[in-house]
């Protein structure tokens, strides 16, 4: 089991900056890539952006440039650096994590969600 809790969402204005964090707990070593989602009302979950265990990088075309996603496995906590923040990025943003193990031929696999951090951004 995972145990993921995120913190430092709020309000801001347009333009304004936050940074999200996502502390996991648990069986930490087995995680593999981390993900931010977001979800605004009557809209579809989408996919902020993600980073492997090794570090690499994807997100979505609406973010780059202004969202950096990193972790630090030392901490075993994921962070979401948000700049230049638009109203259309309000939501709800929420940590997941993909968890493997088992042989490498024969690899399990669970995935585990946070229950989330408002982000509203005012013009």
């Known amino acids: 089991q995972v145990q993921l809790v995120e913190s430092g969402g709020g309000l801001v204005q347009v333009g304004g900056s936050l940074r999200l964090s996502c502390a996991a707990s648990?069986?930490?070593?087995?995680?593999?890539?981390m993900s931010w989602y977001r979800q605004a009302p009557g809209k579809q979950r989408e996919l902020v952006a993600s980073?492997?265990?090794?570090?690499?990088?994807d997100s979505a075309d609406s973010v780059k440039g202004r969202f950096t996603i990193y972790r630090d496995n030392a901490k075993n906590t994921l962070y979401l650096q948000m700049n230049s923040l638009k109203p259309e990025d309000t939501a709800v943003y929420l940590c997941?994590?993909?968890?493997?193990?088992?042989?490498?031929?024969?690899?399990?696999?669970?995935?585990?969600w946070g229950q989330g951090t408002q982000v509203t951004v005012s013009s």
């Open positions: 997941h994590a993909v968890v493997q193990w088992g042989p490498v031929e024969r690899q399990y696999e669970a995935t585990y």
């Open positions: 648990g069986r930490t070593r087995n995680i593999a890539t």
């Open positions: 980073i492997s265990s090794s570090g690499t990088t």
